[in-house]
């Protein structure tokens, strides 16, 4: 007599269609997006006032303020990201990160990260430009290069428009799913979802607070976009499978 094998299936518990729990779920979904968008409101509104000075920077000059400051630390530092598909494959990358301090007029220190071009300029003691915008340094110039960086409304935005992307997940989950197959599951569902959401909120952000890039540089954008987003997006749809 021959036996049959059969593929073990991981234990799926599924909610019914009109449960208390899916409508918690699909409620909790639609909170955090309303929630996420109505925070975004503001810091939208600041980051399009901000996108108007870079036209006017672009064009007549001289609209950001300029602050006279000094390059007193700079230092390279690598982070490491390990991801893993739906079939268990781990893959690890590192990345060197490029980070300068410079001095304030007032005496205050600020420290970001920056691009290794300004970064090889950047040495200690040089003096640099620094580039304000209601106050707030929004770029840095030392020996000719420029590194600008998006104002605290801009970082603010993208915060507010990754929750948002987070609500729209647990919504679409409660109407279109809804089963539950352990935490392990939901945490790798989650991790994709949400680096999905990487490169289209970045992309969004730096379009409304310095114009859309055009020619070669969209292109690379938006390559890099499709691919990101497609790693993820077959990492989450092939979580949904049955294994």
């Not at 901000?50 to 400051?69: I, M």
């Not at 991801?83 to 781990?90: F, I, L, M, S």
């Not at 945490?187 to 680096?195: K, L, Q």
Request: proline share 3%; net charge positive; aromatic share 12%.
């Amino acid at each position: 007599m021959r036996l049959r094998r059969y593929r073990r299936l991981p234990l799926r518990v599924s909610l019914p269609k009109r449960s208390l729990g899916r409508w918690i779920v699909v409620a909790v979904g639609l909170g955090v997006l309303v929630a996420a968008l109505a925070a975004g409101a503001e810091p939208y509104l600041q980051t399009r006032q901000f996108r108007e000075a870079v036209a006017c920077e672009r064009g007549a000059g001289d609209c950001f303020g300029n602050e006279p400051g000094s390059i007193v630390g700079r230092r390279t530092y690598t982070t490491t990201t390990t991801n893993t598909d739906a079939n268990g494959n781990t893959t690890t990358t590192t990345t060197t990160h490029y980070e300068v301090t410079w001095r304030r007029a007032n005496g205050s220190r600020q420290t970001r990260d920056v691009s290794s071009s300004l970064y090889g300029k950047a040495r200690e003691g040089q003096p640099a430009t620094l580039r304000l915008w209601r106050g707030e340094v929004v770029g840095v110039e030392v020996m000719g290069e420029t590194q600008w960086f998006l104002p605290e409304s801009g970082r603010t935005l993208g915060y507010s428009l990754s929750l948002a992307f987070f609500g729209l997940g647990v919504l679409l989950w409660g109407l279109l799913f809804g089963w539950w197959d352990g935490v392990f599951m939901l945490a790798f569902r989650t991790f994709a979802w949400m680096f999905m959401s990487i490169v289209p909120v970045r992309m969004t952000t730096d379009a409304l607070a310095y114009g859309l890039d055009t020619g070669v540089g969209l292109v690379m954008e938006i390559v890099f976009g499709v691919f990101f987003t497609g790693i993820a997006g077959w990492m989450l749809f092939g979580s949904l499978d049955e294994w």
